[in-house]
């Protein structure tokens, strides 16, 4: 118990400070990692990442070609499941808006929401489409202009190119992302489990696999996470200097892109060592305000009349074809053997950026979990899927058309995408009258702070990977950034681009088992909220109450229970009687003191 001398500090997410003891909430009631366990976890994903990145440089090619037969696996027998997938991510959201368990509250009855809409908003963007919407936005409607599935070509060039890019950013996208989110959220801020894929997943197997299952999961998580950011990290750095150069003096080259992946790995660290309310939350409140003077720039100076005529048809046949589209899986071309998955046309977009989705989810969806403690299950789902998809459908309604009404006029960006997908956007930016150039500065900036915060939001996920159920310092988080970094530069300066290309494609192929993965989080999830009863409410106001408690005396700085007779006092708390882990053991509710 504590005594008159010694007060007990109670605060959400912030670690112990001098003498007083400080608990941090949620209440601890997960699994303690056994040591060899952990020892796995911290030990084989560099040695996997290491080996995977000296066989794409010693042999890119061999490499090259053996993930392209994975590739063109995954396109010519699971088109239909990537399909069914995302329709299980948008029913599952639909059902958590409309049914009675929208109204949990993440993180108890008594929580509120860290941050206000702006931030919460800016963040969540940020860090889950921020710099491939950069990359897209203009480039994908271009590519699509002259065919599209489903939606038959019209008089209006470019429709249907604009209406699939709404699909492939706008609401599946992002219910892919909050369906995971949600499960770790819920699984975090209610149930006292680590912000871990492990502590979301494996309650729901047979206790006998729970633990090798939890490692299996964990790795795939950290390796998938390790392996996306370096790799995006090295297209963010060759589409800012195709920026750059043309608004400055000096031409691209692998100097200068390892001179832009440290100067942004420098800018990311300092956000990492800063925090999120004081590193993240601004940069990503800076990447809002100046993607929205993108926007109204290219509205008011460029073709607005077209630009509002398109937006307001497209919206319409977006609409009109959203069910078609979410349903479609190239079943004409189905059964037959795929003799490459470039043959395909969901092999060049539903399938590569569904796998893309999944790939990009561990880090996605484990930020936007950690800064969505206080908002209902209802408000969560809302705001992480229909807020973003219409910016989405903005940015992409104004950029493309503008682009398109351009390269009606000239054909210059059409021959620029072909070149160079990236440089597609500041191709339609030096076309603006009298800012074009101050755009493409805009977007160049953009493009290093959306990574920026891409990497930053990574980052904190990947040290919760790895370090839970500790919390992870802020120079270890620096640590990982530039462990990051170093991927991204030997990539760049052994392989070039095409070793790039061939890790990306393949942490891309690899969200085809990792769907899986979700699919039985997402299980869990509705088994929990299902079987959610009076006790399980009152271990959620217990393991976030804010009143100091008995039982935070034999915590220690990380709020992990102490070894101690007396652990778990408290209503509602659990304990495990035989294994620590709480692996294979029966688990004991104490009574109410």
Not at 23 to 50: N, Y
Request: hydrophobic share 50%; proline share 6%.
């Amino acid at each position: 118990m504590s005594t008159p001398e010694k007060s007990t500090t109670v605060t959400e997410d912030s670690p112990a400070a001098g003498s007083e003891r400080t608990v941090t909430l949620p209440r601890f009631r997960g699994r303690i990692i056994p040591p060899l366990d952990r020892a796995i976890i911290m030990i084989l994903p560099p040695v996997l990442i290491i080996a995977a990145v000296v066989a794409v440089t010693v042999n890119p090619e061999g490499a090259a070609d053996l993930i392209g037969r994975m590739r063109t696996f995954v396109t010519g027998g699971f088109t239909w499941w990537f399909v069914l997938y995302s329709l299980i991510a948008v029913g599952v959201c639909a059902w958590l808006c409309i049914s009675k368990v929208g109204s949990v509250r993440l993180g108890g009855p008594k929580a509120r929401p860290e941050h206000n809409n702006f931030a919460w908003y800016s963040m969540l963007f940020a860090c889950g489409q921020g710099i491939g919407l950069i990359f897209w936005s203009l480039a994908e409607p271009i590519m699509l202009r002259e065919e599209t599935p489903v939606i038959p070509t019209g008089a209006n060039p470019g429709e249907g190119g604009l209406v699939w890019t709404y699909f492939h950013w706008g609401l599946t996208a992002w219910a892919m992302y909050c369906v995971v989110a949600v499960c770790l959220a819920y699984s975090h801020h209610n149930l006292g489990k680590t912000l871990t894929f492990r502590e979301a997943t494996v309650d729901i197997l047979p206790k006998r696999i729970q633990r090798p299952a939890g490692v299996v999961v964990e790795l795939l998580a950290i390796i998938a996470t390790v392996l996306g950011l370096a790799t995006s990290f090295g297209f963010a750095a060759m589409q800012f200097t195709s920026g750059a150069t043309q608004a400055l003096p000096f031409d691209a080259s692998p100097l200068v892109w390892a001179i832009v992946i440290i100067a942004l790995g420098l800018l990311t660290a300092v956000s990492a060592f800063l925090g999120v309310n004081k590193g993240m939350k601004r940069i990503s409140q800076a990447n809002s305000i100046l993607s929205i003077a993108l926007v109204v720039g290219v509205f008011v100076l460029g073709p607005t009349v077209y630009i509002l005529s398109n937006i307001s048809q497209t919206f319409g046949s977006f609409f009109q074809h959203f069910i078609p589209m979410s349903f479609w899986s190239e079943a004409e071309g189905a059964g037959a053997p795929l003799a490459d998955w470039q043959d395909s046309w969901s092999g060049w977009w539903t399938v590569f950026i569904w796998c893309w989705v999944i790939a990009f989810s561990p880090f996605v969806a484990g930020f936007i979990a950690r800064i969505s403690r206080g908002r209902t299950i209802r408000e969560f789902v809302l705001g992480v899927t229909i807020i973003p998809s219409l910016i989405v459908m903005i940015w992409v309604g104004v950029i493309g058309s503008a682009g398109i009404h351009y390269d009606n006029e000239t054909g210059q960006i059409s021959a620029d995408a072909a070149a160079d997908t990236s440089s597609a956007l500041f191709s339609m930016l030096e076309m603006v009258p009298w800012i074009g150039t101050l755009l493409i500065i805009v977007a160049t900036i953009l493009v290093a702070t959306y990574y920026v915060t891409s990497l930053d939001s990574g980052t904190y996920a990947l040290a919760e990977f790895v370090s839970a159920p500790k919390k992870s310092g802020p120079w270890f988080r620096v640590v990982l950034v530039a462990s990051i970094a170093t991927v991204a530069l030997v990539l760049l300066s052994i392989g070039g681009v095409d070793a790039v290309d061939t890790v990306q494609t393949g942490t891309i192929i690899g969200g085809f088992p990792f769907s899986f993965v979700i699919v039985l989080m997402i299980a869990n999830l509705i088994r929990r909220l299902r079987s959610r009863d009076r006790e399980i409410r009152q271990l959620e106001k217990d393991i976030n109450d804010p009143e100091h408690r008995a039982e935070d005396e034999f915590c220690d700085e990380d709020g992990i229970p102490r070894p101690d007779p007396r652990r778990g006092v408290g209503p509602g708390t659990l304990t495990d009687v035989q294994d620590p882990y709480g692996y294979g053991t029966r688990t004991e509710k104490r009574p109410h003191q």
